[in-house]
């Protein structure tokens, strides 16, 4: 069975880092665009980051430009999200989605990704 499972968040005071992972199980991600997603309370979902299936494409938020880095290692199945440099507005639950896409491109539009993770939350506080 085709799953996406996310781990790493967790609360965090404003300037601090987290590296969240997303672990796919049941197939390879090898041929797969990866994104990261965030939705806040009361707020749209957003798509904060994205990778081609070769990381030769990526995609930011303008918001998390600078602050965030997303990597990919085929090898153990997983993409990850380093995000520093935290701030309150980027407390949500950040959700991982896999779609299979040539050419190494990917997509911050939600709705192009058929397979999603649960999500993981994301708290900033002091």
């Known amino acids: 069975q085709l799953q996406l499972v996310e781990s790493g968040g967790g609360l965090v005071q404003p300037g601090g880092s987290l590296r969240l992972s997303c672990a796919a199980s049941?197939?390879?991600?090898?041929?797969?665009?990866v994104g990261w997603f965030r939705q806040a309370p009361g707020k749209e979902r957003e798509g904060v980051s994205c990778i081609g299936s070769n990381s030769g494409i990526v995609k930011y938020a303008d918001s998390v430009k600078g602050r965030f880095t997303i990597s990919r290692d085929n090898a153990k199945n997983t993409v990850y999200l380093q995000m520093n440099s935290l701030k309150p507005e980027d407390a949500a639950i950040y959700s991982c989605?896999?779609?299979?896409?040539?050419?190494?491109?990917?997509?911050?539009?939600?709705?192009?990704?058929?397979?999603w993770g649960r999500g993981t939350q994301v708290t900033v506080s002091s």
């Open positions: 989605a896999a779609q299979k896409i040539l050419l190494g491109l990917c997509t911050l539009s939600g709705p192009a990704f058929p397979f």
């Open positions: 049941g197939f390879t991600l090898d041929d797969y665009a």
